[in-house]
């Protein structure tokens, strides 16, 4: 098992990583609902359940996996399924630009180990709890509490839904547990005026770009919030010395 540090605890011994499995926690139903309905999606469009338990396991990205399942049952070239994939999972791009400051002097084999159990509820909850991009003792525990609990949620509500496909019908809907559950935890980070204008900005990118192909409307939101996040960094500075000049 990794260690945060040369001579300390085994992560799953450390503080942090018992407070990250108990944050993620609490989102573990919505997970488990997406994870269900996933394994579910993956059965009923054919696949079986050899190659759906391979594809949960190796792939582990609820979004790609709905998203390249409709183009893997029409018979689509191998490459549309590829791309259709990448562009929903770019999201992953923000993400990471986002963790490296925290994790970006790690081995190679723990990035690798990283980026394979990166989710978007535990890029918010991480982000929650150290809100400083800097690296700190403790994050690294933190972040495969979250990630442990992340994916035993996931996979085994998957493996359920796949064993139980032919008995779960996927109009009940419960994939929206999961978007219900990234809501409220987001809605918890709007603390400021700057996040609350990003996530504005985010919300109306998303809609008014809801026509694109491949769900590409999530990369431009992003895009958007991000950009106006970074505007919004810049200009505060400038804000405080002009505020600071008029007291004077």
Same mark, same amino acid.
């Given at each position: 098992?990794?260690?945060?540090?040369?001579?300390?605890?085994?992560?799953?011994?450390?503080?942090?990583?018992?407070?990250?499995?108990?944050?993620?926690?609490?989102?573990?139903?919505?997970?488990?609902?997406?994870?269900?309905?996933?394994?579910?999606?993956?059965?009923?469009?054919?696949?079986?359940?050899?190659?759906s338990l391979a594809m949960t396991f190796l792939v582990f990205?609820?979004?790609?996996?709905?998203?390249?399942?409709?183009?893997?049952?029409?018979?689509?070239?191998?490459?549309?399924?590829?791309?259709?994939?990448?562009?929903?999972?770019?999201?992953?791009?923000?993400?990471?630009?986002?963790?490296?400051?925290?994790?970006?002097?790690?081995?190679?084999?723990?990035?690798?180990?990283?980026?394979?159990?990166?989710?978007?509820?535990?890029?918010?909850?991480?982000?929650?709890?150290?809100?400083?991009?800097?690296?700190?003792?403790?994050?690294?525990?933190?972040?495969?509490?979250?990630?442990?609990?992340?994916?035993?949620?996931?996979? $085994?509500?998957?493996?359920?839904?796949?064993?139980?496909?032919?008995?779960?019908?996927?109009?009940?809907?419960?994939?929206?547990?999961?978007?219900?559950?990234?809501?409220?935890?987001?809605?918890?980070?709007?603390?400021?005026?700057?996040?609350?204008?990003?996530?504005?900005?985010?919300?109306?990118?998303?809609v008014a770009a809801y026509a694109l192909p491949l769900k590409?409307?999530?990369?431009?939101?992003?895009?958007?919030?991000?950009?106006? $996040?970074?505007?919004?960094?810049?200009?505060?500075?400038?804000?405080?010395?002009?505020?600071?000049?008029?007291?004077?």
């Amino acid at each position: 098992m990794l260690e945060d540090s040369p001579g300390s605890l085994p992560l799953w011994r450390q503080p942090e990583f018992a407070r990250g499995f108990r944050d993620l926690g609490s989102a573990s139903l919505g997970i488990g609902a997406w994870g269900l309905v996933t394994g579910v999606a993956m059965v009923k469009s054919g696949l079986g359940v050899p190659l759906s338990l391979a594809m949960t396991f190796l792939v582990f990205a609820g979004s790609a996996q709905l998203a390249a399942l409709p183009l893997i049952v029409q018979g689509a070239p191998m490459w549309l399924v590829w791309a259709t994939a990448a562009c929903v999972n770019l999201r992953f791009v923000i993400f990471s630009a986002g963790w490296r400051p925290y994790f970006g002097h790690r081995p190679f084999w723990q990035k690798v180990a990283h980026a394979y159990l990166a989710g978007d509820l535990n890029y918010v909850m991480f982000l929650k709890r150290f809100p400083d991009p800097v690296p700190q003792d403790g994050q690294w525990a933190y972040y495969w509490g979250g990630a442990t609990v992340n994916w035993l949620g996931w996979q $085994g509500f998957s493996v359920l839904g796949i064993v139980l496909a032919h008995h779960i019908p996927t109009e009940w809907g419960l994939g929206f547990a999961g978007t219900l559950a990234l809501l409220g935890l987001t809605g918890s980070l709007l603390v400021d005026r700057a996040t609350w204008v990003a996530a504005a900005v985010a919300a109306c990118a998303a809609v008014a770009a809801y026509a694109l192909p491949l769900k590409l409307n999530i990369v431009v939101a992003i895009a958007a919030a991000l950009a106006v $996040g970074l505007v919004m960094d810049r200009l505060a500075p400038a804000g405080r010395l002009l505020a600071q000049r008029k007291e004077l």
